[in-house]
């Protein structure tokens, strides 16, 4: 077989639905649902030609291949790129990127330092900032969401968590805005992303070593088990990269859609107001409807097959998780925006034992943002046409002008 993109490229399966499409084609990136629609009603898994890969956009099949790391493997990478043939372009994440039993060694780690204890011990912090920076946004009046808000909540309370001691907030979202965009084909977007990379990894990785954390915090912990034989010590840093590589960007995503989602849906923002016990299912609802990561992909580790597809070892597949979260097949109205909906077992934070191993820390940064803005916003104002930012793995805003109106 041949190469592409990195990864072997399987003749389309037998019986298999061959469309030819490229679902990294900025305008898709933009404006994702109908591309979503069309992959679901084509059946469980299609053949996408151009890059030589299945794609699977039902939610039975999406989590069936996400959740299985024995037969759907991320140690061969979660992008195009198979590990097995091409060398990744950095050292690859010990979390994301690896599977059992290595995966369960680096993962008790890093779990460790997010326990719920430690995100519990940080809500004071985290409601205060949110407070602080929702008073001075509606004195602003008119601003951005995503620059003035998406990206400035997270990039001012969890470098804290963490422990650096330097801050640079362009690095911290660019950042995680490029690991994301790496996972794509050799096309604009990636190009772009790697040119920036050199300055931009060069600071992440100073600020991942043991002295540029303060003595508590997430990177502290990890640390720690390095002292205790756990882990080495460069593995301790690559973990504290780990951290910064998908506690950030995908955090200003979800913000960033959760203004857009509640703004888009006055009646859903009235519903948080007049109960503001809904800011956690409201932000698990933003993540079903709007899946800040749109896909991830797993590579076949043996010849196998699902839902009558037979699947050659190494085949790449694109599980398109913002398809699945919309599958009417599994959810109820699943095109409708509703905060009181409680979407347990969506796949925006993954499945099984790859699921976002930081997500109660999004969800805490996410639930004390909404809880601040449904006590002091009376209304939120779209004052200009949202602009969509394409990403080979991401589906964030690039730019929202929006106002909000004090109670």
């Known amino acids: 077989m041949e190469l592409s993109d990195g990864h072997l490229v399987p003749a389309a399966p037998d019986g298999s639905v061959v469309w030819d499409i490229d679902p990294y084609d900025a305008g898709i990136l933009g404006n994702p649902e109908p ?106 009046g008119s601003f951005d969401a995503v620059t003035e808000l998406a990206e400035v909540f997270p990039t001012t309370v969890f470098p804290s968590a963490v422990g650096l001691k330097e801050v640079h907030r362009r690095y911290l979202v660019d950042f995680g ?27 992440i990785q100073r600020q991942c070593s043991r002295d540029q954390l303060e003595p508590e915090g997430f990177g502290a912990t990890i640390y720690a088990a390095a002292d205790s034989g756990e882990l080495s010590e460069k593995e301790a840093g690559m973990l504290v990269r780990s951290l910064l590589s998908a506690g950030v960007d995908t955090t200003v995503t979800g913000i960033g859609n959760a203004i857009w989602c509640l703004a ?29 990561v749109h896909s991830f992909c797993r590579t076949a580790n043996v010849d196998t097959n699902v839902s009558g597809t037979d699947i050659k070892e190494g085949t790449k597949i694109l599980c398109v998780l913002g398809a699945a979260n919309l599958d009417e097949a599994h959810w109820e109205n699943a095109r ?72």
């Open 336 to 407: 409708t925006f509703d905060i009181e909906r409680r979407p347990t077992g969506h796949l925006a934070f993954g499945t099984g034992v790859h699921g976002c191993v930081g997500q109660n820390v999004a969800r805490a940064e996410v639930e004390s943002l909404l809880a601040a803005i449904a006590a002091k916003v009376r209304s939120i104002e779209i004052e200009g046409e949202p602009v969509w930012r394409p990403n080979n793995a991401i589906h964030a805003l690039d730019r929202m002008p929006i106002r909000f109106t004090a109670n």
């Open 177 to 203: 805005s490029l690991i994301f965009n790496a996972l794509g084909p050799d096309n604009d977007l990636r190009r772009r992303a790697l040119a920036a990379a050199p300055d931009i990894v060069a600071w």
């Open 35 to 140: 591309y979503y629609a069309e992959l679901r009603s084509r059946g469980p898994l299609v053949y996408i030609p151009r890059y030589g890969i299945l794609a699977c956009g039902r939610y039975k099949e999406t989590r069936e291949i996400f959740g299985d790391w024995k037969r759907f493997v991320s140690s061969r990478g979660v992008g195009l790129t198979d590990f097995k043939y091409n060398a990744h372009w950095r050292e690859p994440s010990i979390v994301l990127e690896v599977d059992p039993p290595y995966h369960t060694k680096t993962r008790t780690v890093i779990a460790r330092a997010l326990s719920p204890h430690a995100v519990a011990r940080l809500g004071t912090a985290f409601r205060e900032a949110a407070d602080k920076l929702i008073d001075e946004l509606i004195d602003r």
């Open 264 to 292: 888009s849906h006055p009646g859903q923002f009235a519903k948080l107001k007049a109960d503001p016990s809904l800011a956690r299912p409201a932000f698990e609802e933003v993540l079903r409807y709007s899946s800040p």
